[in-house]
C-alpha cells in the first residue's frame, strides 16, 4: 500500500504569516497533487508535480507555491495566507502511471484555520 | 474548464433501499473515478471506468460510464449503514482529474 503522510494535521495561523504544509509517501510514485476541499466542494486542484523540480498550476493556484526537491517530498507553501484559505488540504499521488488513468491515493489531510 | 455535476447533492434513505447518483458533464473524459470519503479522512478509490458503455459491479455498487464518456452513474443497491460517506466522481483527463462537489449519502438503520 502507498503511504502517505501530512504534516501538520491541524495548525491555526494568522492572516499575513507564510504556512508550509508537507507531504511525504514512502514509494517513488511519480506524480503528486496538492487539493484544497471546502464545504459545500469536491477537490479542486491547487498545483500538481509530475517528478522532481516539475511542477504545474491548477485552478486554484493563486497565493499558492510548491516546491518538490525529491521525489518524496511535495511541499505546499501559502505566501501570505489569507482567511479564504482557511480550508482542508489534501495531498494525493497517482497510483497508474498511463496518462488516461489517474487513480489516486489520498493523505489524511490538513486542516487550517486563517484567522 | 471541465466542470462535473453531481446530483443530488443530499440523499437520506432508509436501510435496505435502492439508490442512484448521477455524475454529469459537457466534456469528455478519457477516464472517471469514483472515490467514497468518510469524515476527517481523505478519499479512497473505488473504481476507475474508461470504455463508454462500461458497467462495473463491486458487491452491491454498480457503476457506468456514459456511452459518450460525458457521465456516469453509481447506483447502490439495498443501501446500509455502512455505505454512508461523501461520493465523489472524478473526470481524468491528460494526467489530471477534476472533482464533482460530491453527494452525501445518509443510510439510516
Known amino acids: 500500500d502507498a503511504g502517505i503522510t501530512q504534516s501538520p494535521r491541524h495548525k491555526v495561523t494568522e492572516t499575513g504569516t507564510p504556512v508550509t504544509l508537507r507531504c511525504h509517501q514512502t514509494?517513488?510514485?511519480?506524480?503528486m497533487y496538492w487539493y484544497r476541499q471546502d464545504p459545500g466542494h469536491g477537490l479542486r486542484l491547487i498545483h500538481y508535480?509530475?517528478?522532481?523540480?516539475?511542477?504545474d498550476k491548477g485552478e486554484v493556484s493563486d497565493g499558492y507555491s510548491v516546491s518538490r526537491s525529491k521525489t518524496e517530498d511535495f511541499l505546499l507553501t501559502l505566501e501570505s495566507a489569507t482567511s479564504s484559505q482557511t480550508s482542508v488540504y489534501f495531498c494525493?499521488?497517482?497510483?497508474?502511471?498511463?496518462?488516461?488513468?489517474?487513480?489516486?491515493?489520498f493523505g489524511p489531510g490538513t486542516r487550517l484555520t486563517v484567522l | 474548464t471541465q466542470l462535473l455535476e453531481q446530483s443530488p447533492q443530499f440523499l437520506s434513505i432508509q436501510e435496505g433501499e435502492n439508490l442512484t447518483v448521477y455524475c454529469n458533464s459537457s466534456?469528455?473524459?478519457?477516464?472517471l473515478q469514483w472515490y467514497r470519503q468518510e469524515p476527517g479522512e481523505g478519499p479512497v478509490l473505488l473504481v476507475t471506468?474508461?470504455?463508454?458503455?462500461e458497467v462495473k459491479k463491486l458487491k452491491r455498487l454498480t457503476f457506468q460510464f456514459g456511452d459518450a464518456r460525458k457521465d456516469s452513474s453509481l447506483h447502490i443497491t439495498a443501501a446500509q449503514p455502512g455505505d454512508t460517506g461523501l461520493y465523489l466522481c472524478?473526470?481524468?483527463?491528460?494526467?489530471?482529474?477534476?472533482f464533482g462537489d460530491g453527494t452525501t449519502l445518509t443510510v439510516k438503520p
Open positions: 466534456s469528455v473524459f478519457s477516464s
Open positions: 514509494e517513488n510514485h511519480r506524480y
Open positions: 494525493a499521488i497517482s497510483l497508474t502511471s498511463g496518462f488516461s488513468y489517474n487513480e489516486q491515493f
Open positions: 472524478a473526470g481524468t483527463n491528460a494526467g489530471k482529474s477534476t
Open positions: 508535480s509530475y517528478g522532481v523540480k516539475d511542477t
Open positions: 471506468v474508461v470504455t463508454g458503455g
